[in-house]
Each structure stands twice: as C-alpha cells, then as structure tokens.
C-alpha cells in the first residue's frame, strides 16, 4: 500500500519582516510621488515610471508570505518552498529509508552534519528534525513542524532499526 501525506505550514511573520514591509511602502510612495512631481513639471514620461516604482513595489511585498510544503510519498519526502503563492522551489528531496535520527527539536545532543534545511515555521515548539544520508549534501538534518499524519509516514519509512529505538524511547 502506498504511503503518501501531504502538509503546508506558513512560516511565522516577524517584526523584522514588517518593518521591511514598511520600508518598502514608504519608499515606493516617495519615489513614485517624486517621478508624478517631475511629470506635472513638464516630463510627462515620468507618469510611467511612477507606475513601474508602484507596481515594483507591490510586487515585493507579496514575495513576504513564504510556505513550505512537506509530501511524503513512500520512502522520500519532498520539501517545497512557496513564495508569495506564485513561486514554488524544491529546496529538497531525501530518502527516509537513510535516516539516522529523527526527534524534536532542539536536539538533546547536537549530530555534526554537513547541511541543515530550515523549513519550519518559525516556531521551535513543536518542530522536529530528521538526519539523513543524503546523495549530493551528505549528512543534512532537516528541520520542519511536521503533523501527526506526516510524522507517521516518516515512522513508516523509517529504517527498521531506528523505529525500534524510537518505539523503545517513547518518541
């Protein structure tokens, strides 16, 4: 029987993200009411400047709503990046079946790795990270707020002997 879970989490909004937000409004207003100032001085091309700066701006503050999207389909697990709701990227794609860990996150004990994925969203209190052997990066730990559905799919697919220590520990 096929093994296949979907979730899509929103990544938390900061005050750092806000103030971007505003920064870039402020300076699109600025900008676009400077080009209409030089457009009622005579330069009437500067109207289309105005526009562009708008739109540019409006443009960039859609691309702060990012998402990230965990499949799991039997043995691999695909973790996609949506920007805006008009950009999607594969930030990357492992085989459960080579995993050496997987847990809540913050991890008792730090594994080294060569790469660690933050696909999560934001919030630490119930994230999870995964270890796994990975083709092109090596070892990557991956950390996202995976759903009790998603979490028993990786369970699944785990390798027989880390669901055994698993069960065993209580996770």
Same mark, same amino acid.
């Given at each position: ?19 971007? #937000?505003?920064? &870039?409004? !402020? ?6 009411? +400077?080009?209409? @100032?030089? =457009? ?48 999607? #990227?594969?930030? &990357?794609? !492992? ?6 860990? +997987?847990?809540? @996150?913050? =991890? ?64």
């Amino acid at each position: 029987m096929d093994n296949i879970a979907e979730q899509l989490v929103e990544k938390r909004r900061t005050g750092a993200d806000t103030v971007k #937000k505003i920064l &870039i409004s !402020v300076g699109a207003l600025l900008l676009a009411s +400077f080009f209409m @100032y030089l =457009a009622m001085m005579g330069a009437f091309t500067m109207v289309i400047f105005a526009v562009l700066v708008l739109v540019g701006g409006v443009w960039l503050l859609g691309s702060f709503g990012v998402e990230y999207e965990y499949i799991v389909t039997n043995n691999e697990m695909d973790i996609d990046k949506i920007i805006g709701r008009r950009k999607r #990227k594969r930030m &990357i794609t !492992v085989d459960i079946s080579e995993a050496e860990e +997987f847990a809540p @996150y913050p =991890a008792e004990q730090d594994t080294p790795v060569d790469a660690t994925v933050h696909a999560y969203s934001g919030s630490e209190t119930d994230a999870y990270y995964l270890v796994v052997n990975h083709s092109g990066y090596g070892k990557v730990k991956l950390i996202f707020n995976p759903n009790e559905k998603i979490r028993e799919a990786i369970m699944q697919e785990l390798p027989n002997a880390l669901r055994i220590k698993l069960r065993r520990n209580g996770s």
